[in-house]
């Protein structure tokens, strides 16, 4: 009689073993993968990322789109990132666009530029990089085009420069969801 019964009970401690072995087994790859994906994380672009979102920790790029992806420290999604470039008035400038939804800038981040000291720094003495600051991607053009934005005087084609950039970054908002 004893032998029927764990004979019977023998395949449902089977499954309970393999259940638990298999979580085990998701959990322990869960933690691995984490590390691999935390260890990926350069610093530099981390922290121009948190230029933009200051309360990013983490995130995941898509190479084939060139679009970031950006979690904070609790991993949830707090928007997306993307890099543009277009001639100033000098040189190239490149900015780093940060979205919260398609539809909404959260803020852009200059990383490289090689204009004239003068007219840079009238551009963030007029706290130009500002008005980027919560607009809609619709509204993200100069006012004579039809958009919001406003040049400074006196450093007219840096600023066309930094909002060609910027437009020029926005092509990749496609590729979000």
């Known amino acids: 009689m004893r032998l029927r019964w764990t004979r019977a009970l023998y395949p449902a401690l089977l499954l309970v073993v393999l259940t638990a072995a298999s979580i085990a087994s998701l959990v322990a790859m869960a933690g691995y993968t984490r590390a691999v994906l935390e260890s990926q994380q350069n610093p530099e672009t981390l922290a121009a990322l948190q230029q933009v979102f200051p309360e990013a920790t983490f995130y995941s790029f898509d190479i084939d789109t060139e679009v970031y992806t950006v979690y904070n420290n609790g991993r949830t999604h707090i928007g997306y990132a993307f890099y543009g470039s277009k001639w100033g008035y000098i040189s190239n400038i490149t900015v780093l666009v940060g979205l919260e939804d398609s539809q909404t800038i959260r803020g852009i981040y200059v990383t490289k530029q090689l204009e004239s000291p003068q007219y840079w720094k009238r551009l963030v003495d007029k706290n130009f990089f500002d008005q980027f600051d919560g607009i809609k991607v619709a509204d993200c053009n100069l006012e004579r085009y ?24 926005l092509t990749k908002i496609e590729y979000i969801d």
Do not use: E
């Open 146 to 169: 039809g958009g919001i934005l406003d040049t400074v005087t006196g450093a007219t084609y840096s600023s066309r420069g930094v909002v060609a950039a910027v437009q020029d970054a």
